[in-house]
């Protein structure tokens, strides 16, 4: 999601007074990329995480170490984790968040194209999206940063009763 559609999505959140943080995994900085494409980015993106290791969402994520452990790094309580740890590490009034398996191999005995994106709101609600995703590495990529960031502007929109088009 680049241009318009990013700077949409910074524009809802200008208007609602808000900010966003990411953390990321398997996009490896392709939603932190396409949120600050548009000018004026820094009026609501305060910044992302980056945990491609495992060991890094319990270290500057706080996700639970013993889920990590009990689950793996791919499953929608991780996401949601990520998340709310991104929310709090930067201040950010919501923090979105992507783990899965973008291949070429399984992980965690998940299959290529597994992902799971969690948005944590100001109000500490989540909303969720779990996916499978099929192509080639780089279009599960891809495709997992735009559906998170469709996440996030559909529940922008509906905070200001606007609807998804």
């Given at each position: 999601?680049?241009?318009s559609?990013?700077?949409?999505?910074?524009?809802?959140?200008?208007?609602?007074?808000?900010?966003?943080?990411?953390?990321?995994?398997?996009?490896?900085?392709?939603?932190?990329?396409?949120?600050?494409d548009?000018?004026?980015?820094?009026?609501a993106?305060?910044g992302?995480?980056i945990?491609y290791?495992?060991?890094?969402?319990?270290?500057?994520?706080?996700?639970?170490?013993?889920?990590?452990?009990?689950?793996?790094?791919?499953?929608?309580?991780?996401?949601?984790?990520?998340?709310?740890?991104?929310?709090?590490?930067?201040?950010?009034?919501y923090?979105?968040?992507v783990?899965?398996?973008?291949?070429?191999?399984?992980q965690?005995?998940?299959?290529?194209?597994?992902?799971?994106?969690?948005?944590?709101?100001?109000?500490?609600?989540?909303?969720?999206?779990?996916?499978?995703?099929?192509?080639?590495?780089?279009?599960?990529r891809?495709?997992?940063?735009q559906?998170?960031?469709?996440?996030?502007?559909?529940?922008?929109?509906?905070?200001?009763?606007?609807?998804?088009?």
């Amino acid at each position: 999601m680049r241009g318009s559609a990013a700077a949409h999505i910074l524009s809802l959140l200008v208007r609602q007074g808000a900010t966003v943080a990411v953390a990321e995994s398997l996009t490896g900085g392709l939603l932190g990329a396409g949120l600050t494409d548009p000018m004026g980015a820094s009026a609501a993106f305060r910044g992302g995480v980056i945990a491609y290791a495992t060991e890094l969402k319990t270290k500057l994520l706080g996700v639970p170490a013993d889920l990590l452990e009990r689950e793996g790094a791919v499953h929608p309580d991780v996401a949601v984790a990520m998340a709310k740890g991104v929310r709090d590490a930067t201040g950010a009034d919501y923090g979105l968040a992507v783990t899965g398996v973008a291949g070429p191999d399984m992980q965690d005995g998940k299959d290529v194209g597994t992902v799971y994106a969690a948005l944590c709101g100001p109000d500490g609600r989540v909303w969720h999206r779990n996916m499978v995703l099929s192509g080639s590495r780089e279009s599960i990529r891809e495709a997992t940063a735009q559906e998170a960031l469709e996440l996030l502007r559909g529940v922008l929109e509906a905070n200001l009763g606007e609807q998804s088009g």
